[in-house]
């Protein structure tokens, strides 16, 4: 992993620009801050084990479930500056990242529903993190190693209604680097094939059933994830009574 301080951070301008119009934050005056610049920053995954563990790791992607308890509050602490796609595997409301830097400044998430997704194209990251929601935040931290850091229009934020009577592959996010699709399988269809030329990370947002090749099917539940090699056949299938419900992220480059 390239160490988070050898790329600089974004000025708070583009930051702003990025965060206010695509990603859908409100900004929080920054004398809200107990800034001390004596303090810190540290690697997460060490020092907050309970909130954040590396799940998945390969050449292309590393992923980090994070959790947040309803009005937690987590000290200062760095995170890769890598592209990432934010997956959010709960339903949450808002949470306020108090970010440290020259100019300190503050970032609310706004409330946000399973099955949400974010791209961002990637900053440098040395925050607090408070969840001011009466409920806990589950979400996915899929940082891309192969995507170059800070490309202007890779970056996404959608308000979804999607619905998951009807089974469906639907696009959500193309880029030359990625794509990302949702992959619904109504309870009471039978399974939907799947084959991608390019490598692909599945996420469980819902109790699913994966079939690759002869292999017995492979149960998923909420936050699973399931590594798809490049034209390896498989079909999504759902359980008695219930939907299958994913996120198909392809690695084209």
Same mark, same amino acid.
């Given at each position: 992993?390239?160490?988070?301080?050898?790329?600089?951070?974004?000025?708070?301008?583009?930051?702003?620009?990025?965060?206010?119009?695509?990603?859908?934050?409100?900004?929080?005056?920054?004398?809200?801050?107990?800034?001390?610049?004596?303090?810190?920053?540290?690697?997460?995954?060490?020092?907050?084990?309970?909130?954040?563990?590396?799940?998945?790791?390969?050449?292309?992607?590393?992923?980090? #479930?994070?959790?947040?308890?309803?009005?937690?509050?987590?000290?200062?602490?760095?995170?890769?500056?890598?592209?990432?796609?934010?997956?959010?595997?709960?339903?949450?409301?808002?949470?306020?990242?108090?970010?440290?830097?020259?100019?300190?400044?503050?970032?609310? #998430?706004?409330?946000?529903?399973?099955?949400?997704? #974010?791209?961002?194209?990637?900053?440098?990251?040395?925050?607090?993190?408070?969840?001011?929601?009466?409920?806990?935040?589950?979400?996915?931290?899929?940082?891309?190693?192969?995507?170059?850091?800070?490309?202007?229009?890779?970056?996404?934020?959608?308000? @979804?209604?999607?619905?998951?009577?009807?089974?469906?592959?639907?696009?959500?996010?193309?880029?030359?680097?990625?794509?990302?699709?949702?992959?619904?399988?109504?309870?009471?269809?039978?399974?939907?094939?799947?084959?991608?030329?390019?490598?692909?990370?599945?996420?469980?947002?819902?109790?699913?059933?994966?079939?690759?090749?002869?292999?017995?099917?492979?149960?998923?539940? #909420?936050?699973?994830?399931? @590594?798809?090699?490049?034209?390896?056949?498989?079909?999504?299938?759902?359980?008695?009574?219930?939907?299958?419900?994913?996120?198909?992220?392809?690695?084209?480059?």
């Amino acid at each position: 992993m390239a160490h988070p301080l050898s790329v600089p951070a974004r000025p708070l301008a583009f930051l702003l620009r990025h965060s206010c119009d695509v990603l859908n934050y409100a900004i929080i005056p920054a004398s809200i801050l107990a800034f001390s610049p004596h303090l810190l920053a540290q690697d997460p995954a060490k020092t907050l084990p309970r909130n954040y563990q590396i799940a998945f790791e390969n050449n292309f992607v590393e992923v980090v #479930r994070v959790h947040y308890q309803a009005h937690e509050k987590l000290p200062l602490h760095d995170h890769s500056q890598r592209p990432t796609v934010y997956v959010y595997l709960t339903d949450s409301g808002p949470v306020r990242f108090s970010h440290v830097e020259e100019q300190p400044f503050a970032l609310t #998430r706004r409330p946000v529903k399973a099955g949400d997704f #974010r791209v961002s194209p990637g900053r440098l990251e040395k925050h607090q993190v408070e969840n001011i929601g009466n409920i806990p935040t589950e979400f996915l931290r899929v940082e891309l190693k192969r995507v170059p850091l800070g490309l202007d229009d890779f970056q996404f934020r959608g308000n @979804w209604t999607f619905d998951l009577t009807k089974t469906a592959i639907t696009s959500q996010f193309a880029s030359p680097q990625i794509a990302i699709q949702r992959c619904v399988v109504a309870a009471k269809d039978r399974a939907q094939p799947f084959t991608s030329a390019r490598p692909v990370l599945l996420i469980a947002f819902s109790h699913a059933l994966v079939q690759t090749g002869s292999a017995a099917p492979k149960s998923l539940k #909420r936050g699973d994830l399931y @590594w798809l090699n490049p034209q390896q056949p498989m079909h999504i299938e759902s359980t008695p009574g219930a939907t299958a419900h994913l996120l198909a992220i392809t690695f084209l480059q």
